[in-house]
């Protein structure tokens, strides 16, 4: 699903060269859930609870490894096990079943770091997984995760907002405000009933101003575009259509490239094939 298809379209991806875990109350009104990942001969490792209360929820991710990760967080419905929503989730198949729903999470987030996120998580049996990305060589981190019934609420503001909007059939458009230089704290929505989406985007090299055709080409080439900033490569967790929650993005001065290498449900064509291509000035 949205694992491995990430890492077979984001080819640029592949060629870059906590200790205790709980939950309870953060004092905010939403549930403090804490996820840590570490290293140990090469694989990683998930530390996280067993179970956490859902509905408003502030994910606390912890990075002591030594490259980049990510936690995904995606709801097995139906009688579904985790082993099958791993298999879907790191499988190669263009579609993902209505009984595996993309919950969202924290996407790339270097070591040493600790980043946030705040979603609202619906009661139920998720998997957690990492997201194929920066620095990850090696099969991507498992668990999961009991989640009861919680009370929903409103997401923090942020001073930034993306969403994958959708315009038309199989039409989507990004809708950008807010951004700047440095750490971005900003609201994530997505849309599109039968949708997936995540955020990914990087540098574009100082004196390059590729065309969003010339783009789309470097997608399907096996090598990494010369006019990207590959070590600026970062991305979001996974949201289905419908879905919203607060995230980071740490951004440079200069143009970016803002894409998602998502398809529907149904599968067809990527999303940066459908609208959601688009270079932003971040000042």
Same mark, same amino acid.
């Given at each position: 699903m949205?694992?491995?298809?990430l890492?077979?379209?984001?080819?640029?991806?592949?060629?870059m060269a906590?200790?205790?875990a709980g939950?309870?109350?953060?004092?905010h009104?939403?549930?403090?859930?804490?996820?840590?990942i570490?290293?140990?001969?090469?694989?990683?490792?998930?530390?996280?609870?067993?179970s956490?209360?859902?509905?408003?929820? @502030?994910?606390?991710?912890?990075?002591?490894?030594?490259?980049p990760?990510?936690?995904?967080?995606?709801?097995?419905?139906?009688?579904?096990?985790?082993?099958?929503?791993?298999?879907?989730?790191?499988?190669?198949?263009?579609?993902?079943?209505e009984?595996?729903?993309?919950?969202g999470?924290?996407?790339?987030?270097?070591?040493?770091?600790?980043?946030?996120?705040?979603?609202?998580?619906?009661?139920?049996?998720?998997?957690?997984?990492?997201?194929g990305?920066?620095?990850l060589?090696g099969?991507?981190?498992?668990?999961?995760?009991?989640?009861?019934?919680?009370?929903?609420?409103?997401?923090?503001?942020?001073?930034?907002?993306?969403?994958?909007?959708?315009?038309?059939?199989d039409?989507?458009?990004?809708e950008?405000?807010?951004?700047?230089?440095?750490?971005?704290?900003?609201t994530?929505?997505?849309?599109?009933?039968?949708?997936?989406?995540?955020?990914a985007?990087?540098?574009?090299?100082?004196g390059?101003?590729p065309?969003?055709?010339?783009?789309?080409?470097?997608f399907?080439?096996?090598?990494?575009?010369?006019?990207?900033?590959l070590?600026?490569?970062t991305? +979001?967790?996974?949201? =289905?259509?419908?879905?919203?929650q607060?995230?980071t993005? =740490?951004?440079r001065k200069? +143009?970016?490239?803002?894409?998602?290498?998502?398809?529907d449900?149904?599968?067809?064509k990527?999303?940066f @094939? @459908?609208?959601?291509?688009?270079?932003?000035?971040?000042?």
């Amino acid at each position: 699903m949205f694992v491995r298809r990430l890492t077979l379209l984001v080819s640029l991806t592949v060629l870059m060269a906590a200790a205790a875990a709980g939950c309870g109350g953060n004092g905010h009104g939403a549930t403090s859930l804490s996820i840590s990942i570490g290293e140990s001969g090469g694989a990683a490792t998930f530390d996280a609870p067993k179970s956490s209360e859902g509905g408003l929820v @502030e994910v606390k991710f912890d990075n002591r490894g030594k490259v980049p990760h990510s936690v995904q967080l995606a709801l097995v419905k139906g009688g579904h096990s985790v082993e099958e929503g791993l298999k879907i989730v790191q499988g190669e198949s263009p579609r993902t079943p209505e009984w595996l729903r993309a919950e969202g999470g924290v996407g790339t987030t270097a070591p040493g770091e600790t980043r946030t996120a705040s979603l609202n998580l619906p009661a139920g049996t998720y998997a957690l997984t990492e997201l194929g990305g920066p620095g990850l060589t090696g099969e991507p981190a498992t668990g999961s995760l009991e989640v009861t019934a919680g009370d929903e609420g409103a997401l923090p503001s942020t001073s930034a907002t993306v969403t994958a909007a959708e315009t038309g059939k199989d039409r989507f458009a990004w809708e950008i405000s807010g951004l700047k230089a440095g750490k971005n704290e900003l609201t994530f929505n997505s849309k599109g009933e039968k949708a997936l989406h995540m955020i990914a985007a990087y540098r574009v090299k100082d004196g390059q101003d590729p065309s969003l055709s010339e783009i789309k080409k470097s997608f399907s080439s096996p090598r990494p575009p010369a006019f990207a900033e590959l070590e600026t490569l970062t991305q +979001t967790a996974v949201l =289905d259509g419908g879905g919203s929650q607060t995230t980071t993005l =740490d951004l440079r001065k200069g +143009t970016y490239v803002f894409f998602c290498p998502l398809t529907d449900r149904d599968g067809g064509k990527p999303h940066f @094939e @459908e609208g959601l291509l688009k270079k932003v000035e971040i000042k």
